[in-house]
């Protein structure tokens, strides 16, 4: 824990996998007084009660975004992106003197130019992005490891106070996480190619497996390789998320859209062709990226990305 904590009150709006693991996160490291949370469906709220109670993650749950941001020091939005503005709007008026506003989306211009006009002169709006997750969603979701090692992005737009910007980002040193700071942007089109795309071409990959007329749904599930496989545990990522995403993030999507899909035309005539000298030098190139990211700790480079297996001569149950 840390010896003094950093804020007096911490108000999460949204409890799933990211909200969820900040509060354990935070809780366990002291990182404030009071953790304050809420949610949307009374179902959520009422759970993150029950681990409240259970686990002492949160100090209160309350039923409304403007009663959650009321007196708080930090408030972080842990909502989909196209919500961000209705609630900035909402909890606006409670927001007290020098608080810092945040939250945790995966586009940032949009939640800027959303959140923005509605956030007081005194308010200090640090967007960031934790390019952390699952494919799990939900108030039960959450870890407080969830964010060690892994890269958290701060917007803050022109002008925003730099000491507010560097005690959210000791927020998220605290919590295991290694910060880095663009321009809202930026983070965009680096966003698009990193994440957008993946998970729009997982999507489709999935989605075109389950619209198959010559294989049954079984035989998908069934013979699901290594590759497929994967491409099922992006897909199953949060629909209303990325929903959001796509919409408020279009045009660096649609651009890196552009550059994927000359790069699979240049690959389709490779196999038509017979060339495979280009297919080659393409996967070899490729393969340099993967052990880059193991090299730098994004990721470990055991075999089956780590998977456990049975034993040789262990029946399956």
Request: charged fraction near 25%; proline fraction near 5%; aromatic fraction near 6%.
């Amino acid at each position: 824990m840390t010896s003094e904590p950093m804020f007096r009150k911490v108000a999460l709006i949204g409890f799933g996998l990211i909200g969820g693991s900040i509060a354990r996160g935070a809780k366990s490291l002291g990182l404030a007084s009071e953790i304050v949370a809420t949610a949307r469906s009374p179902q959520t709220r009422e759970r993150v009660r029950e681990l409240g109670q259970e686990f002492g993650i949160v100090d209160q749950v309350v039923e409304t975004n403007a009663e959650a941001a009321e007196g708080a020091d930090l408030i972080i939005l842990c909502i989909p992106v196209g919500a961000c503005g209705d609630v900035a709007k909402e909890i606006a008026p409670h927001l007290k003197h020098g608080a810092i506003v945040s939250d945790v989306g995966s586009v940032k211009a949009a939640v800027v130019k959303a959140m923005a006009p509605y956030l007081p002169e005194d308010i200090h709006f640090v967007p960031a992005h934790p390019v952390a997750g699952t494919e799990n969603s939900g108030p039960d979701s959450g870890f407080a490891e969830l964010f060690i090692n892994r890269w958290c992005i701060l917007t803050p737009p022109e002008g925003t106070n730099a000491e507010a910007t560097e005690k959210l980002a000791a927020f998220w040193r605290t919590l295991g996480a290694n910060v880095e700071i663009m321009t809202p942007e930026h983070h965009d089109l680096v966003l698009a190619v990193t994440s957008h795309l993946p998970h729009l071409i997982a999507y489709t990959i999935v989605g075109t497996a389950e619209e198959l007329e010559g294989v049954t749904q079984s035989e998908v599930l069934k013979f699901s390789a290594g590759g497929f496989r994967d491409f099922t545990r992006i897909a199953a990522s949060d629909p209303t998320m990325w929903r959001d995403v796509f919409l408020t993030n279009k045009d660096a999507v649609l651009e890196m859209l552009g550059e994927f899909q000359e790069d699979l035309s240049k690959l389709t005539r490779a196999i038509r062709r017979g060339d495979g000298d280009a297919l080659f030098d393409h996967f070899t190139r490729t393969r340099a990226i993967r052990r880059g990211i193991v090299q730098i700790g994004q990721d470990e480079a055991a075999p089956d990305f780590g998977r456990r297996h049975k034993q040789l001569g262990t029946k399956a149950e």
